[in-house]
C-alpha cells in the first residue's frame, strides 16, 4: 500500500500537535465486581432518593429546589418521567402559585429556570416586580447575592422579545464579579465558574462533577443524595471508559494515525463529544456511532483542507454521491481508497444493524447527511482552490453544513428507535430552527477561534474575513457582530425547546447538548479540538478520576 507520506511532495501537511493520549484508554480492563457493587448501592440508594422527592411535594419551593439539585448533580435522568409530571403539575398551577406566594429574586428565577430548561415557558413579565417605576432594576436587589446569580442563570434561558431578560443579563453579569470579591472563597469560586460558563450553556456531565465538589461543602447538604450522585457518576464512569477503551482499540486497529499524519488524531476528544451529547448508560451504541461517525468526518475534512489537490477532491466528492464499492477504481491516490473504503465499511455496519431492527432508513438519512457535508466540503475547497473570498451571506449556508452536525445528529439518533422513527429523521433532514442555530453557533464561534492559524494554512476564508469584506469592518468588530449572531442562535434553540415541540423532547435536548459541549470547545478562545491541551482536565474529571468518597 502507498504511505501517505510518500504522496507529491509540493501537498500542505498542517502540523497538527499530536494525540495527548496514546493508547492509554486502549488497555482499559472492565472491574466487573466494582462495577456490580457499584449498581447495586445505586439501585438502593435510587429508592430513598425517588421518596425523597415525592416527599418535596408538600411545599412547591423544596420540590423545585430538590428537581433542580438532582439536575446540578446528574442523577435527574433516574426520575425522568417523575420530574416531568411534578413540574407539569406546577406549571398548571402556576397562575395560583404565584399569587399565592410572594417569591423572593432567587426562588422566581429558579423556577423560571428549572421550568423553562424542561420545555414550560413560564412568562419573564414575573421579573417586572423587581423592577422600579423608571423600569429600570431596583437598586435594592444588587447585594443580593443567591438572587442575582439566581437571576443570571435564568436569563441564559430568553427567547426574542424578552428585553427583562436581555437587561437582567447586562445588570447580574456586571454586578457579580464585585459580588465575588466579597464572598467566601467557595461561593466567589462557584460564581466566577458560572460567569465563564453558564449552567445552561455547561455539558451536564462535566457541570456535575464540578457541582458534586461545590455541593459536598455545603453546610445543609443531603448526604444521602450526595452520595448517591457521587456512586452514580462513577458507576457511570466505568462505562464511558470502557466504551474509550473500545473505540481507542478500533480506532488503533485502522492505524490511520499512520496512515494519514496529516490528520488531526483525536479519538478520545471526539468521544468526549459524542458523550456529551448524551452520557447515559442506554446510549452506549449511540455514542459508539457518533464517535465513529464524527473521527471519519473529521478526516475528511483534513484530507479536504489541508491535503488532498482540488482534482483528488473532485474525484472523492463524486466518489461519495455514488456511494458503493465500484467509485473506488476513480479514486486517483492509495490514501483515498483507504479513507473511502473505511467510510463504506462503517456505512455497512450501519446499514446491517439497522436493517435486523427494521429502520433502514436510519442508515440512509445518515449516508445523506453525509453526502451534503461533502459538498459542502467541495464548494469550500473550490473557494481556496481560486483564492475566492465569498460574502458572509453567501459563506453562512455553505458553512452551516460542513459543521458536520447533520451528520453527528443522524447518527446519533440511530439507536433512538423509541423516539426516531422516519418521521424524526424527515424532521431533522428539514433542517428545523433548532438545528441551523446548533449549526449557525457551530460554525462561527470555530470560526472566531480558529480563523488565524486556518487563513496560515490555506484553508478557505472563514465567516470573520467573509463578514469584514462584505461590510468593510475590521476583524474586532466583525468577531463583535458575529457573537451577536451566536446569543441570538440560544435564542433560537430556547424558543424551539418550549411546548408544545415540533419533536420529541428528548431529541431537541440532545440538539441543545450539541450546543453545549460547541460552548465548551470553542468557548474560551481557542479550538480545544485541534489544540486540545484545553480538553485535557476535562477528560481527565470525566474518564480518568473517579470521584473521592468519604466514610
Known amino acids: 500500500m502507498e504511505n501517505t507520506n510518500q504522496q507529491n511532495n509540493s501537498r500542505g501537511k498542517a502540523d497538527f500537535p499530536p494525540s495527548l493520549w496514546g493508547c492509554s484508554f486502549a488497555s482499559f480492563s472492565f472491574p466487573q465486581t466494582e462495577f456490580e457493587s457499584y449498581s447495586r448501592q445505586v439501585e438502593e440508594l435510587k429508592e430513598n432518593v425517588k421518596d425523597m422527592l415525592m416527599a418535596s411535594k408538600k411545599d412547591p ?56 430548561q424542561h420545555g414550560f415557558k413560564m412568562p419573564c413579565v414575573v421579573f417586572d416586580k423587581f423592577k422600579d417605576n423608571n ?8 447585594n443580593d447575592v443567591k438572587g442575582i446569580l439566581s437571576l443570571y442563570e435564568a436569563s441564559f434561558l430568553s427567547v426574542h422579545g424578552e428585553q427583562v431578560l436581555d437587561e437582567a443579563l447586562v445588570l447580574t453579569k456586571t454586578n457579580l464579579e464585585s459580588l465575588a470579591m466579597q464572598s467566601s472563597p467557595r461561593l466567589a469560586h462557584h460564581i466566577r465558574y458560572a460567569l465563564i460558563r453558564p449552567f445552561h450553556k455547561g455539558v451536564p456531565r462535566i457541570e456535575a462533577r464540578k457541582y458534586i465538589s461545590f455541593y459536598e461543602e455545603e453546610e ?14 462513577n458507576r457511570v464512569q466505568l462505562l464511558h471508559r470502557q466504551e474509550l477503551s473500545i473505540l481507542s482499540r478500533w480506532w488503533n486497529d485502522l492505524n490511520f494515525s ?53 482534482e483528488e477532491i473532485q474525484h472523492f466528492s463524486d466518489a461519495i454521491e455514488r456511494c458503493c464499492m465500484d467509485a ?61 473570498v465569498p460574502p458572509f451571506d453567501e459563506y453562512v449556508p455553505n458553512g452551516l453544513e460542513t459543521t458536520g452536525y ?22 431533522l433532514k428539514s433542517n428545523p430552527q433548532i438545528m441551523k442555530a446548533a449549526k449557525m453557533i457551530g460554525r462561527l464561534m470555530n470560526d472566531i477561534v480558529g480563523h ?13 474575513e467573509c463578514y469584514m469584506k462584505q461590510y468593510d469592518v475590521s476583524d474586532k468588530k466583525a468577531i463583535e457582530e458575529i457573537q451577536k449572531m451566536v446569543a441570538n442562535g440560544w435564542k433560537d434553540i430556547n424558543e424551539d425547546c418550549m411546548r408544545p415541540t415540533n419533536a420529541p423532547m428528548l431529541l431537541l435536548q440532545h440538539i441543545v447538548n450539541l450546543a453545549r459541549v460547541t460552548d465548551v470547545v470553542y468557548g474560551d478562545d481557542d479550538d480545544a479540538y485541534t489544540i486540545p491541551l484545553s480538553l485535557k482536565d476535562y477528560v481527565t474529571l470525566l474518564y480518568v478520576e473517579q470521584v473521592p468518597m468519604c466514610e
Open 61 to 116: 419551593v423544596e420540590h423545585i429546589e430538590f428537581i433542580n439539585l438532582l439536575c446540578r448533580l446528574g442523577v435527574s435522568y433516574h426520575f425522568d418521567k417523575e420530574i416531568e409530571n411534578n413540574l407539569k403539575e406546577i406549571f398548571d398551577d402556576l397562575p395560583n402559585l404565584l399569587e399565592k406566594h410572594d417569591f423572593d429574586l432567587y426562588t422566581l428565577s429558579l423556577l423560571f429556570r428549572v421550568l423553562r
Open 220 to 233: 445543609s447538604r443531603n448526604d444521602t443524595l450526595l452520595k448517591f450522585a457521587k456512586i452514580d457518576f
Open 258 to 310: 499512520e496512515e494519514f499524519p496529516y490528520a488531526r488524531d483525536r479519538i478520545v476528544e471526539i468521544y468526549f463529544w459524542a458523550n456529551a451529547i448524551h452520557f447515559e448508560p442506554q446510549y452506549a451504541f449511540s455514542r459508539m456511532m457518533v464517535t465513529k461517525y464524527t473521527k471519519i468526518v473529521s478526516l475528511l475534512d483534513d484530507t479536504y483542507d489541508a491535503y488532498a489537490s482540488f
Open 328 to 388: 473506488i477504481d476513480q479514486l486517483p491516490a492509495e490514501y483515498l481508497k483507504v479513507l473511502y473504503r473505511a467510510l463504506l465499511n462503517l456505512f455497512n455496519e450501519t446499514e446491517s444493524d439497522m436493517g435486523k431492527q427494521g429502520r433502514s432508513y436510519a442508515s440512509y438519512y445518515v449516508k445523506e447527511a453525509f453526502k451534503e457535508l461533502t459538498r459542502g466540503y467541495q464548494v469550500e475547497a473550490q473557494w481556496a482552490d481560486v483564492g475566492h
Open 452 to 464: 488565524e492559524d486556518e487563513q496560515k494554512r490555506g484553508d478557505c476564508a472563514s465567516g470573520v
Open 135 to 142: 423600569g429600570e432594576f431596583k437598586k435594592t436587589i444588587i
Open 406 to 427: 447533520g451528520v453527528i445528529m443522524a447518527a446519533s439518533f440511530v439507536e433512538m428507535d423509541e423516539v426516531a422513527g422516519e418521521e424524526e429523521y424527515k424532521w
